[in-house]
C-alpha cells in the first residue's frame, strides 16, 4: 500500500478558509462584465479590445492551472496561494491605471489570469480532496463550489455599486484590497509534510506518470470536451451579457440583477450536484447539465425579451452554472485517486478555459463585425448538446492502477 500522502487537516477548517478564499476569487472576477462599457467609453477602445484582455485571462488560467495544481500537490497550497494573490491584487490595480492596451492586457489578462490559477478550484479542491474522506468527498466539493457561486451573488451588486458611486478606477483598487484578504485565509489550508514512504511500499506514481496515465484514458478526455463547453458558455455569458442587455435597451439594473442571480442560485445548484454526485454517476448529471443548458438559452432567446424573461434565465442558468465543477472533480478523483487531484483537475480545466477564451473573444469579435451577438448566442446552444453527449460514454470507475494497489 501506499504511504499516507499528508495527515489530514481538520476539514472544518479547510471548508472555511477554503470557501471564503473561493468566494472573493471567483466574486471579484464574476462582475468584470459591468467594467466593459465605462473602460471602452474612457479609454477609446472597442469592445474586442477588453474582450480579448478578458481572453486572455482565461486561457492563462487554464494553461498554468495544471502547474500551480503540480506545486500545490507537492508543497502545499499555502506557498502557490500567496503568490497568486499577490499577481491578483496586482493585476486589479494595473488594469485601473494602465494608459494602453499592453498594459491593460497584462494587468487584466495575464496577471489576473496567473493568479486565478491560484485561488480558485483546482487549488482548493485538492486540499478537500486530500482531508475529506471518500464518502465525504462529493459534497465538501459540493459545498465549496457553493462558496464561490456565493462570491459571485455577493460581489456583483458590490461591484456594480462601487463603480457607481466612486468610479471604475477607485472600485478596482478596492476589490484589490479585498483580494489580499485571501492572504490569511490561505493559512488554514496549510497542509502537514508529507509522510514518508514506508520501507517496501509501492513506490508513488509520479506527475508525469499522473499526465499520461490521465490523457491516455478515454474518461478524462470526454470530460475535457464537456469542460471545453462550459468554460464557452458561462464566460461568454458572464462577460457580454450586461452589453448584450444594454443593446437591447434594457435598464443596467436588470443586469445586475441577472448576474447577481445566477451567483445566488448557483449556490444551491453547485449544493445540490454536490449531494446528488454521492447518489448517482458524475456522468449522467453531467450529461443533464450540458443538455439543460442548451434548452434554457434557446427558451430564454425565442421568447419576447423582458426583464421577467431575463431573470428567469439568470435563474435557471445559475443552478446550471458551476454545478459541473464539484461533479468533474469527483469523477477524476473516482477514476484517478486524489494524489495529483489538483494537477489532473488543472488539466481538464486548461480545457475549460480555452473554452472561454473562444466564447469572451469570439463574443468581442463578432459583436465588432456583425453588431450582434446572435452567432455566438446559437454556437452556445450547439455545443451545449455537443457537451451532453460527450459525458454520455465515460466509464466511473478507477483506474487499472488504484485497482491493482487496493487488492
Given at each position: 500500500?501506499?504511504?499516507?500522502?499528508?495527515?489530514?487537516?481538520?476539514?472544518?477548517?479547510?471548508?472555511?478558509?477554503?470557501?471564503?478564499?473561493?468566494?472573493?476569487?471567483?466574486?471579484?472576477?464574476?462582475?468584470?462584465?459591468?467594467?466593459?462599457?465605462?473602460?471602452?467609453?474612457?479609454?477609446?477602445?472597442?469592445?474586442?479590445?477588453?474582450?480579448?484582455a478578458l481572453a486572455l485571462q482565461n486561457l492563462?488560467?487554464?494553461?498554468?492551472?495544471?502547474?500551480?495544481?503540480?506545486?500545490?500537490?507537492?508543497?502545499?497550497?499555502?506557498?502557490?496561494?500567496?503568490?497568486?494573490?499577490?499577481?491578483?491584487?496586482?493585476?486589479?490595480?494595473?488594469?485601473?491605471?494602465?494608459?494602453?492596451?499592453?498594459?491593460?492586457?497584462?494587468?487584466?489578462?495575464?496577471?489576473?489570469?496567473?493568479?486565478?490559477?491560484?485561488?480558485?478550484?483546482?487549488?482548493?479542491?485538492?486540499?478537500?480532496?486530500?482531508?475529506?474522506?471518500?464518502?465525504?468527498?462529493?459534497?465538501?466539493?459540493?459545498?465549496?463550489?457553493?462558496?464561490?457561486?456565493?462570491?459571485?451573488?455577493?460581489?456583483?451588486?458590490?461591484?456594480?455599486?462601487?463603480?457607481?458611486?466612486?468610479?471604475?478606477?477607485?472600485?478596482?483598487?478596492?476589490?484589490?484590497?479585498?483580494?489580499?484578504?485571501?492572504?490569511?485565509?490561505?493559512?488554514?489550508?496549510?497542509?502537514?509534510?508529507?509522510?514518508?514512504?514506508?520501507?517496501?511500499?509501492?513506490?508513488?506514481?509520479?506527475?508525469?506518470?499522473?499526465?499520461?496515465?490521465?490523457?491516455?484514458?478515454?474518461?478524462?478526455?470526454?470530460?475535457?470536451?464537456?469542460?471545453?463547453?462550459?468554460?464557452?458558455?458561462?464566460?461568454?455569458?458572464?462577460?457580454?451579457?450586461?452589453?448584450?442587455?444594454?443593446d437591447k435597451g434594457m435598464d443596467p439594473q436588470?443586469?445586475?440583477?441577472?448576474?447577481?442571480?445566477?451567483?445566488?442560485?448557483?449556490?444551491?445548484?453547485?449544493?445540490?450536484?454536490?449531494?446528488?454526485?454521492?447518489?448517482?454517476?458524475?456522468?449522467?448529471?453531467?450529461?443533464?447539465?450540458?443538455?439543460?443548458?442548451?434548452?434554457?438559452?434557446?427558451?430564454?432567446?425565442?421568447?419576447?425579451?423582458?426583464?421577467?424573461?431575463?431573470?428567469?434565465?439568470?435563474?435557471?442558468?445559475?443552478?446550471?452554472?458551476?454545478?459541473?465543477?464539484?461533479?468533474?472533480?469527483?469523477?477524476?478523483?473516482?477514476?484517478?485517486?486524489?494524489?495529483?487531484?489538483?494537477?489532473?483537475?488543472?488539466?481538464?480545466?486548461?480545457?475549460?478555459?480555452?473554452?472561454?477564451?473562444?466564447?469572451?473573444?469570439?463574443?468581442?469579435?463578432?459583436?465588432?463585425r456583425r453588431g450582434s451577438y446572435d452567432v455566438?448566442?446559437?454556437?452556445?446552444?450547439?455545443?451545449?448538446?455537443?457537451?451532453?453527449?460527450?459525458?454520455?460514454?465515460?466509464?466511473?470507475?478507477?483506474?487499472?492502477?488504484?485497482?491493482?494497489?487496493?487488492?
Open positions: 500500500m501506499l504511504a499516507p500522502l499528508r495527515h489530514r487537516l481538520p476539514l472544518t477548517t479547510v471548508l472555511i478558509c477554503g470557501g471564503l478564499v473561493v468566494t472573493l476569487a471567483m466574486g471579484i472576477r464574476h462582475g468584470f462584465g459591468f467594467w466593459q462599457l465605462p473602460i471602452t467609453m474612457d479609454r477609446g477602445w472597442s469592445r474586442e479590445t477588453f474582450a480579448f492563462l488560467w487554464g494553461a498554468t492551472q495544471p502547474f500551480a495544481g503540480m506545486l500545490a500537490d507537492r508543497f502545499g497550497a499555502f506557498r502557490v496561494l500567496a503568490v497568486a494573490v499577490l499577481c491578483y491584487a496586482g493585476g486589479l490595480v494595473l488594469m485601473a491605471l494602465a494608459p494602453n492596451v499592453p498594459l491593460f492586457d497584462l494587468g487584466a489578462g495575464v496577471l489576473i489570469g496567473v493568479a486565478c490559477s491560484g485561488t480558485t478550484y483546482s487549488l482548493v479542491y485538492g486540499v478537500i480532496g486530500r482531508t475529506a474522506l471518500p464518502a465525504q468527498r462529493s459534497q465538501a466539493l459540493g459545498l465549496c463550489a457553493a462558496a464561490g457561486s456565493f462570491g459571485q451573488f455577493a460581489m456583483v451588486p458590490i461591484s456594480q455599486w462601487l463603480i457607481g458611486h466612486v468610479g471604475w478606477q477607485q472600485a478596482l483598487f478596492g476589490l484589490g484590497a479585498l483580494a489580499l484578504l485571501m492572504l490569511p485565509l490561505g493559512l488554514g489550508l496549510r497542509e502537514p509534510a508529507a509522510a514518508p514512504a514506508a520501507a517496501g511500499s509501492v513506490k508513488p506514481q509520479s506527475p508525469l506518470a499522473a499526465a499520461r496515465e490521465a490523457f491516455a484514458t478515454p474518461a478524462f478526455r470526454w470530460l475535457m470536451i464537456g469542460y471545453f463547453v462550459c468554460g464557452f458558455q458561462v464566460v461568454f455569458i458572464g462577460v457580454h451579457l450586461p452589453a448584450y442587455l444594454r436588470v443586469a445586475v440583477w441577472a448576474l447577481a442571480l445566477i451567483g445566488l442560485f448557483n449556490i444551491a445548484g453547485t449544493w445540490t450536484a454536490g449531494q446528488l454526485g454521492a447518489r448517482i454517476p458524475g456522468k449522467w448529471l453531467l450529461a443533464f447539465i450540458y443538455f439543460a443548458r442548451a434548452v434554457v438559452i434557446a427558451t430564454w432567446l425565442a421568447l419576447p425579451l423582458t426583464a421577467v424573461s431575463t431573470l428567469v434565465f439568470a435563474a435557471f442558468m445559475g443552478a446550471l452554472w458551476l454545478a459541473t465543477v464539484p461533479l468533474t472533480s469527483g469523477v477524476i478523483a473516482t477514476v484517478f485517486g486524489v494524489r495529483y487531484l489538483g494537477m489532473l483537475s488543472g488539466c481538464v480545466f486548461f480545457s475549460h478555459q480555452i473554452g472561454s477564451f473562444l466564447g469572451v473573444w469570439l463574443g468581442g469579435y463578432l459583436y465588432d455566438v448566442w446559437a454556437i452556445t446552444i450547439v455545443l451545449g448538446v455537443v457537451a451532453g453527449l460527450s459525458n454520455l460514454p465515460i466509464r466511473e470507475r478507477p483506474a487499472a492502477r488504484l485497482m491493482a494497489e487496493a487488492a
